[in-house]
């Protein structure tokens, strides 16, 4: 992937950094116009709420981790593809989906965004999926100074 991201642990000290700067927890929420328990709640990672990240110039992002290439990710999109052209290279449907360990039903759904990728994800040669972050681009308001 050309875009580059950043893991749990530089967000949350951006997102600290940030909050610190504005005052508190409060202020930081009035600033960027958010509700003051969906920040406590990011903060202290309970629940990742998207507008915490997006008011420190992040948006979060599900991830696949390549097996075998540390630090290497994927989108959905990509795990997606690589699972169509797997699927293609196989006479049926039952042979590639016994190649992964699942049932043709199952492969199917996944195929058809029924079901979750989580079952065909090790056969593929992708980990379980994490949360990264990229850069946005600065609001309107970030440019003014405001």
Do not use: W
């Amino acid at each position: 992937m050309c875009e580059v991201s950043v893991g749990l642990a530089d967000f949350y000290g951006k997102l600290n950094t940030a909050i610190r700067d504005a005052g508190g927890v409060a202020k930081f929420a009035r600033l960027h116009g958010l509700n003051e328990r969906r920040v406590y709640e990011t903060r202290n990672a309970e629940r990742m709420h998207a507008a915490a990240a997006y008011a420190v110039g992040l948006r979060p992002v599900t991830m696949y981790p390549v097996t075998g290439q540390r630090g290497a990710y994927v989108s959905q999109r990509q795990v997606y593809e690589k699972l169509n052209t797997f699927e293609r290279n196989f006479p049926t449907q039952v042979e590639a989906a016994k190649q992964l360990g699942v049932s043709r039903q199952t492969l199917n759904n996944i195929l058809n965004g029924r079901r979750g990728l989580d079952s065909v994800l090790a056969g593929l040669g992708f980990g379980g999926p994490v949360t990264r972050f990229m850069k946005t681009a600065p609001t309107k308001n970030q440019i003014a100074g405001e």
